[in-house]
């Protein structure tokens, strides 16, 4: 007979468990909406996917052109070349087969968080699951055609690598994890601070592989760095500015907002100051949880879909792994967190995204340490599945 699952929060079974199946068929049932808004950001990739290997995918001009003979617009490849080589499977397909394919996978990779996030965080893989799922962002890739979930993935899978004390696995997952540079920093800087030479020589290796993709993605242009960068600076100040109800950090917002970019940057970069001491000291499962909380927090260009990124720290805080805040104001936030998520979808109408306001404050009680508590595991009445 299979034991109850262990809820380590103060809510009963009887709530939690449909409260999380609600939050998570919400979330599955809002990806129908995309295709009413011509998939959203689903269009970008599928064409990358298509014209990877050629001019067309790394040259605007001629990008635009071949969004133009397809009947979409496309704003310049700001990925490094060669993640476009993760959606040829996608760009084989007519564009709303590739879409559903894409949804798919992105479904897959949250299932596989909440079961990775379960073994590293202790929690049991049923309630890893609902968190996963109930977690309204991890699913946001699937309705806006993103891919955080596999950023969610490989970050975990960079935690597990230090759980397990294995510098391969966790440079694998930090190295894959370049495909999109500004998420992987956070961990690729506390490796360095902990002083994780051999995982770092695996990034290193990573980082040769994605050079060498990324050169055969752009139809063998071997300087695609200084292009790209280029393309980064004409691209960032305005998705800044359009994006700025959709952004969740700190600097982002800010910037958005009109202020100079010194001064924004220049609060990221006070907060990861302060950060260092927790990110040094904390056990390793924390300690990643916490680089990427404050990564979030602190990037210069982080939007909704990419909160589900906060899992890590939920999952700690809910946990057996180490102490968390103490009760109940742990329960408190965790289920305001999960209330206040779901806003994301409409908050072009309300002027801020309510992920802005969990992710800052997450990573403000993190670096704090605030009433930090060691809890026990063993099940409460009414707080196990039955």
């Avoid at 109850?4 to 999380?20: E, K």
């Avoid at 002083?195 to 050169?215: D, E, M, T």
Wanted: charged share 10%; proline share 7%; hydrophobic share 55%.
């Amino acid at each position: 007979m299979r034991l109850p699952a262990y809820i380590p929060l103060r809510i009963p079974a009887r709530i939690f468990w449909p409260a999380a199946i609600g939050l998570g068929i919400f979330g599955l049932v809002w990806i129908s909406a995309s295709p009413f808004y011509s998939f959203i950001d689903f269009p970008f990739f599928w064409a990358g996917g298509r014209t990877v290997g050629t001019p067309d995918l790394f040259d605007p001009a001629l990008r635009v052109a071949w969004g133009d003979a397809h009947g979409m617009y496309l704003s310049p490849w700001v990925y490094p070349p060669g993640v476009a080589w993760l959606f040829v499977a996608f760009g084989l397909w007519p564009l709303a087969v590739g879409f559903w394919l894409h949804a798919a996978a992105n479904v897959v990779l949250v299932a596989a968080s909440g079961l990775l996030g379960a073994r590293v965080y202790g929690l049991d893989r049923r309630v890893g699951l609902a968190m996963a799922f109930a977690w309204t962002p991890c699913i946001a890739s699937a309705i806006y055609g993103q891919n955080a979930p596999l950023a969610l993935f490989l970050s975990l899978l960079t935690i597990e690598g230090l759980r397990r004390d294995s510098d391969g696995l966790a440079g694998l997952g930090a190295g894959l994890l370049l495909y999109k540079p500004t998420l992987a920093l956070p961990l690729l800087g506390l490796l360095l601070l902990r002083q994780r030479w051999r995982a770092l020589l695996v990034v290193a290796v990573c980082g040769a592989g994605w050079y060498l993709a990324s050169v055969a993605a752009a139809a063998g242009d071997w300087g695609w760095p200084g292009r790209w960068m280029a393309s980064l600076g004409g691209w960032y100040a305005s998705d800044t500015a359009h994006n700025i109800v959709r952004t969740i950090s700190l600097p982002g917002l800010l910037q958005g907002l009109g202020a100079p970019a010194a001064v924004a940057l220049g609060l990221g970069l006070v907060m990861i100051v302060i950060a260092l001491p927790r990110l040094a000291r904390a056990p390793a499962v924390e300690a990643g949880a916490g680089a990427v909380l404050v990564g979030l927090a602190v990037s210069p260009h982080a939007l909704n879909y990419e909160a589900a990124l906060l899992l890590p720290a939920l999952m700690w805080a809910v946990g057996a792994t180490s102490s968390g805040l103490s009760e109940p104001a742990r329960t408190r936030l965790v289920v305001a967190a999960y209330l206040l998520a779901p806003e994301y979808l409409v908050s072009e109408t309300l002027g801020l995204s309510s992920l802005a306001v969990v992710t800052a404050a997450a990573a403000l009680i993190w670096i704090s340490g605030w009433q930090r508590f060691q809890h026990s595991r063993e099940p409460a009445a009414g707080r196990a599945m039955g």
